[in-house]
């Protein structure tokens, strides 16, 4: 939030308040409350306050393909089972976060059996390359740029899993897709070559995991979340789907209770939502209308607002995480340490940090030989550049040159300095 750009004391008062993302969901509370505390100040008789967003830069974007380099959030819907409404889920979600002003794509990444094509109608349907650059322009409809096999004039693909993933590959990373808040991945079902592909291809920010109330659908969904925690990635929400229907002034679960409620409980994902059954839901799904498009003042509409918020919010936190994760402090001359979702905080020396490189310049692969020796390294050196590296390490730059990727897990078993030392250390900020 940025301070007054201009005053007049003549009793008029115009100010603009800079937010870190156009979809953020509490502008009409700052817009309100800066309104409130101006006039009350004895000589205001008049505010005019101005609303704008300065979207947060990409954390990744020299590490990536041209065409992600743009994009803020990633955030990945995955079920890891077919027919739980996953695709439902995701389109809904990202007119939702469109309807909260935010720039959101959509890409498609079930090969197999795209859904998108059947969800949305955009005029264009067909995906055209950019003669010039080789790269695909996406088509797009009320707002939403929209990427998927589906839309390649082919159909669904019967091919082999090694082509599916280079199909993957090329759809996703050569399309412009411009300045995008959120690209919203309708993953595939299943936690094989082509979930892995698409999780290492693309630094994911976060994953919002679709399921339905029944234990055979709670199994699969709990392989897909030990996928993404093994890569890295937070999930941030669960999304019950066709939990309940109402009826004759009662509330029934045909299919059980309680799927949703355990991945919660036993993966500690903070937020839980449920989606009833809705024949209207279904419908729009079929009718190329998202829902919350068809009745943005809806039951169904409210919870996918929520869902939204809380996909800014902690997509928000994650990011603010990442970037503070690993720093490093020059009045200490040390690398100060945090690792996201620990309370473990600490500070390392950069010498050795350097030491501690496993790459291939430093140790021998086929004979595990330390290649780089102890005094190679002086003790007052100092890292050029730190940048985080998806949600699992960080590139460090030496000033040889030398790109160090240090995964947070070996990061937490290097030798620490003293650790009175760190009790004085002054916390790092958090970002409301």
């Keep these: 939030m940025s301070l007054p750009e201009y005053i007049d004391f003549s009793s008029q008062v115009s100010f603009r308040l800079e937010l870190t993302t156009p979809a953020c969901p509490v502008k009409d509370m700052f817009e309100q409350k800066a309104n409130e505390v101006v006039n009350e100040l004895s000589w205001v008789k008049n505010v005019n306050v101005t609303m704008s967003a300065q979207p947060a830069k990409p954390l990744y974007a020299g590490q990536l393909p041209a065409g992600l380099q743009t994009i803020s959030n990633i955030v990945a819907v995955s079920s890891c089972k077919g027919g739980v409404g996953k695709s439902t889920v995701a389109v809904n979600l990202a007119y939702t976060l469109a309807g909260m002003g935010a720039r959101v794509g959509i890409f498609d990444a079930d090969v197999y059996g795209p859904s998108l094509p059947t969800m949305v109608s955009p005029e264009n349907r067909i995906l055209v390359m950019n003669p010039e650059k080789k790269t695909i322009i996406p088509t797009e409809y009320l707002g939403v740029k929209l990427v998927s096999f589906g ?224 005094n190679d390294v002086p003790e007052d050196i100092e890292p050029e550049e730190i940048r985080p590296m998806g949600n699992y390490a960080v590139s460090i730059t030496w000033p040889d040159g030398f790109s160090q990727i240090a995964p947070y897990d070996q990061l937490q078993t290097m030798e620490r300095l003293v650790d009175e030392f760190n009790q004085f250390l002054p916390p790092i900020p958090s970002q409301v």
Aim: with cysteine; charged share 20%.
């Design 151 to 374: 839309f390649a004039g082919q159909g669904r693909a019967i091919m082999r899993g090694p082509m599916v993933s280079g199909v993957i590959d090329q759809l996703l990373t050569t399309t412009e897709w411009g300045e995008l808040d959120y690209l919203v991945v309708d993953m595939p079902p299943g936690t094989g070559d082509i979930q892995l592909t698409l999780c290492q291809v693309v630094p994911l920010t976060a994953a919002v995991i679709v399921t339905t109330p029944q234990k055979l659908a709670f199994i699969d969904v709990a392989k897909g979340v030990r996928m993404f925690s093994k890569l890295k990635v937070p999930c941030v929400a669960v999304v019950e789907n066709m939990s309940h229907f109402d009826a004759d002034g009662k509330r029934h679960y045909p299919f059980g209770k309680g799927s949703g409620s355990e991945v919660v409980k036993q993966f500690g994902i903070p937020n839980l939502f449920d989606l009833p059954i809705r024949p209207t839901l279904s419908a729009s799904g079929d009718s190329g209308v998202p829902e919350v498009v068809a009745d943005p003042l809806g039951e169904v509409s409210k919870t996918f607002q929520e869902l939204g918020i809380c996909v800014v919010q902690q997509c928000a936190k994650i990011r603010q995480q990442v970037s503070t994760a690993v720093t490093y402090d020059k009045s200490l001359k040390a690398i100060r340490v945090k690792v996201p979702d620990s309370d473990d905080e600490f500070l390392l020396h950069p010498a050795t940090v350097r030491r501690n490189d496993r790459s291939a310049q430093s140790v021998d692969e086929w004979t595990g030989e330390q290649k780089l020796q102890y």
